[in-house]
T-cell receptor, first 109, second 118 residues
């Protein structure tokens, strides 16, 4: 399973765009990149998944460069309610998730 | 509510006692997972089921832990002879793990059971 590295914490202000970058240097050909969000006292929640280039949904965008050794989760115009821990996972079908400590995002007013 | 449910939400027990937690997954999901999470850490995989079959168990999991999913629906996680180090949040998740659908990357987590061992 590919190891991921992401910042331990980030601060932002309401209304700003937040970009969280994850490094996964030993990602395998069949691996996908998945991001989860976790609020205090709740289980993680799926945000977005991608393989290459750009993926966008109603919540976030995921940018993956051609070499796939990193990925960036982009949250547009964050609000206070986006304060949470964000996990980057590299995953292949049938494998089990390996969560790191994640990135603790604090959105300030 | 058709999400993943867990019972109880909180459990306080004395060291040496046995505890059992229950997880009810989303009804059409065939895969069910158990994780353990301690403060400041991401969830740690414990075990998972596809239907009623337990397909993988973490090597880090003590023999005091056992899980079942007898009819491929709900699951139970039992911890025997609890220790203070077992204090954690125990999370259950489910997903649709069909080969053709490739949807098992999207796991739906329950609210967790917080265990405190005194």
């Amino acid at each position: 399973l590919a190891k991921t590295t992401q910042p331990i914490s980030m601060d932002s202000y309401e209304g700003q765009e937040v970009n969280i970058t994850c490094s996964h240097n030993n990602i395998a050909t069949n691996d996908y990149i998945t991001w989860y969000q976790q609020f205090p006292s709740q289980g993680p929640r799926f945000i977005i998944q991608g393989y290459k280039t750009k993926v966008t949904n109603e919540v976030a965008s995921l940018f993956i460069p051609a070499d796939r050794k990193s990925s960036t989760l982009s949250l547009p115009r964050v609000s206070l309610s986006d304060t949470a821990v964000y996990y980057c996972l590299v995953y292949n079908y049938g494998q089990n998730f390996v969560f790191g400590p994640g990135t603790r995002l604090s959105v300030l007013p | 509510d058709t999400g993943v449910s867990q019972d109880p939400r909180h459990k306080i027990t004395k060291r040496g006692q046995n505890v059992t937690f229950r997880c009810d997954p989303i009804s059409e999901h065939n895969r069910l997972y158990w994780y353990r999470q301690t403060l400041g850490q991401g969830p740690e995989f414990l075990t998972y089921f596809q239907n009623e079959a337990q397909l993988e168990k973490s090597r880090l999991l003590s023999d005091r832990f056992s899980a079942e999913r007898p009819k491929g629906s709900f699951s139970t996680l039992e911890i025997q002879r609890t220790e203070q180090g077992d204090s954690a949040m125990y999370l259950c998740a489910s997903s649709l793990g069909l080969a053709g659908a490739r949807k098992d990357y999207e796991q739906y987590f329950g609210p967790g059971t917080r265990l405190t061992v005194t």
